[in-house]
């Protein structure tokens, strides 16, 4: 199974903002709720397989998203 | 004692008439099931319903020996909601976002349903009614968790009148469609009900 990571957003408008970018673009993704190991506070992330990370985080580069990333 | 033939019978019919019998007053009685679900069903309904089961293996299925435990039957609610998620629960989803606001509701719902194969108590049943249907059938964000889910073993049920109004019939990815006897027997079954 490939590996997977989380990207985590400063705000919940990125994480809107970076969904739609990638849904565009065909790129799978999943909402998940920010891990607990990462924030306490409630907010959502986006699943990324590691096949297609490289290009996703591309396009929320180019997107102007602020973002971190981490694996799950 | 009264012995009950539940064996071929669809789910929720051995719950519903395992419930008919107790209600009906019956203190101890036989249950004969055929399948592993509704053993597990009525199992779940048992605890729920202060009741003990035995089960012991027949040929081809399984004899489910109900004992309703003793105390009153008004005892029975207040511990209800105690037990909510490891009794029988039922996720009444009517909508694809949570909420109004239509961008935030879809994020919240699918970081919900994404959510669920990994919670430690998961419904025992999710029903899709209305807009609910498009998180069941194709271009759906949530399709691999409701599967996840479905192998789970956890009902996925959608309303076959919102998949036709929708024209969503030919599209459905995961679970069954579902009427509205089926709707009501489930939310009048016995199980919690919680609407998203």
Same mark, same amino acid.
């Given at each position: 199974m490939s590996a997977e990571f989380f990207i985590i957003f400063q705000s919940t408008h990125d994480v809107i903002k970076a969904k739609k970018a990638l849904q565009k673009a065909y790129i799978a993704h999943e909402i998940i709720p920010t891990p607990k190991k990462v924030s306490a506070e409630c907010g959502m992330s986006l699943k990324i397989e590691k096949t297609v990370l490289d290009q996703a985080l591309e396009i929320l580069r180019l997107k102007g998203v602020l973002f971190r990333i981490d694996l799950l | 004692m009264k012995t009950i033939d539940?064996?071929?019978?669809?789910?929720?019919e051995p719950v519903l008439l395992t419930k008919r019998s107790i209600d009906d007053g019956e203190k101890e009685f036989e249950v004969l099931v055929d399948s592993e679900i509704p053993k597990e069903n009525i199992r779940k309904f048992c605890y729920s319903y202060n009741c003990d089961m035995e089960v012991s293996t027949t040929t081809g299925g399984w004899k489910l020996l109900i004992r309703k435990k003793d105390g009153? +039957? =008004?005892?029975d609610e207040p511990q209800a909601p105690k037990q909510a998620l490891s009794s029988c629960t039922t996720f009444l989803i009517t909508?694809?976002?949570?909420?109004?606001?239509d961008e935030l509701g879809k994020i919240l719902i699918e970081g919900f349903i994404n959510t669920l194969p990994s919670a430690t108590n998961k419904p025992s049943r999710i029903i899709f009614l209305n807009e609910g249907v498009f998180l069941t059938?194709? +271009? =759906?964000?949530?399709l691999n968790s409701l599967k996840k889910l479905l192998e789970h073993g956890i009902e996925i049920k959608s309303c076959g009148t919102c998949l036709d109004f929708y024209q969503l019939k030919d599209k459905l990815q995961v679970g069954t469609t579902t009427n509205m006897y089926d709707t009501i027997e489930a939310l009048t079954s016995g199980d919690v009900i919680i609407k998203i």
């Open positions: - | 539940a064996r071929g019978l669809a789910c929720p009153c +039957n =008004s005892c909508c694809n976002k949570i909420g109004t606001n059938t194709e +271009n =759906s964000p949530v």
